[in-house]
């Protein structure tokens, strides 16, 4: 137990999974692939993988720390939304609580792992009785919002993301609605790094389909690094959380990582981070009272 216990969802986008497990794959002791047992999406479209990418796998996993979990992951009587959770309960399930449940997806690529890792030691009394104490901890995610031919554009401000948790009481994807620890970590986020065919396929079929902003297309059609200052509000859901897009004239991973590191939109000071934790500190306070064993240092 204790364990730092790494889960990502394979489904139609498996193919970014090459990006996204090689970063954690070190620092992991385990890391559990949670796919539908009829291949089938959250709303119940089917999808195919390339028995390529298992081959990939196993060649991969030179310390055999990758499962395969397969399990009845659509409901039809569930909502996308409804059937998101359900999976990412599951899949922490397998994990097993009293490690720390780390999930990842497909999309995300994290930008320095070993240092989330000692974040996450630094805190591993909170695994003695997580049903007592559940907590979220957060990172941050630099969105990428297109691929360009000589570099890509990008949403210039980070966005929270929920990375793991003690005890996974989701309510709704990743979200457990605890109280959250927020971290300094960064993670690279190709949630539209696709092709507008594989976008709309994506967004028909995640577990916010039915939100979907109707002039999302229109806008990301047109972007480029020439007008990409113009274009405001674009958010795929509501518009006016991604206000703002910056460009970085590189398509190579490495390089992307040490540019977002020098790009001060994109940072997070201490003052910053010490005010969100301080926020969910108050917010909880009458919930700390009732238990003498916390103390006020521990939420930082």
């Keep these: 137990m204790k364990n730092i216990q790494v889960g990502f969802l394979l489904s139609y986008d498996y193919e970014k999974l090459k990006l996204s497990i090689p970063p954690v794959y070190d620092q992991a002791d385990a890391i559990f692939l949670a796919m539908d047992e009829k291949q089938r999406t959250w709303s119940g479209k089917e999808f195919e993988i390339d028995p390529i990418f298992f081959e990939w796998l196993e060649s991969f996993d030179t310390d055999n720390k990758i499962t395969i979990y397969k399990d009845n992951f659509y409901i039809p009587e569930l909502s996308a939304i409804e059937n998101d959770s359900r999976e990412r309960h599951m899949l922490s399930l397998k994990m097993?609580?009293?490690?720390?449940?780390v999930q990842v997806d497909s999309d995300e690529i994290f930008i320095d792992f070993s240092k989330f890792v000692k974040q996450l030691r630094l805190?591993?009394?909170?695994?003695?009785?997580?049903?007592?104490?559940?907590?979220?901890?957060?990172?941050?995610?630099?969105?990428?919002y297109k691929y360009l031919e000589d570099?890509?554009?990008?949403?210039?401000?980070?966005?929270?993301v929920l990375l793991a948790t003690n005890y996974p009481n989701y309510k709704v994807a990743r979200k457990t609605k605890e109280r959250i620890i927020y971290t300094d970590n960064i993670l690279l986020h190709e949630c539209l790094s696709r092709t507008e065919k594989e976008l709309r396929f994506k967004l028909d079929n995640w577990g916010h389909n039915d939100q979907v902003n109707k002039n999302f297309f229109e806008k990301?059609?047109?972007?480029?690094?020439?007008n990409y200052k113009s274009i405001t509000d674009v958010f795929y859901l509501e518009p006016h959380k991604w206000k703002k897009l910056g460009f970085i004239e590189s398509r190579n991973l490495d390089k992307i990582?040490?540019?977002?590191k020098e790009r001060p939109s994109l940072s997070l000071s201490k003052s910053y981070l010490f005010k969100k934790n301080f926020g969910q500190w108050f917010k909880f306070l009458k919930l700390f009272r009732m238990n003498k064993n916390h103390d006020f240092e521990t939420y930082f």
């Design 151 to 160: 570099g890509i554009l990008y949403v210039d401000q980070p966005t929270k």
């Design 220 to 226: 990301w059609r047109r972007a480029n690094k020439d």
């Design 96 to 101: 097993g609580i009293g490690n720390w449940l």
């Design 257 to 260: 990582k040490d540019l977002i």
């Design 123 to 144: 805190r591993n009394k909170y695994l003695e009785s997580p049903e007592k104490n559940p907590i979220q901890i957060a990172g941050f995610l630099v969105n990428v």
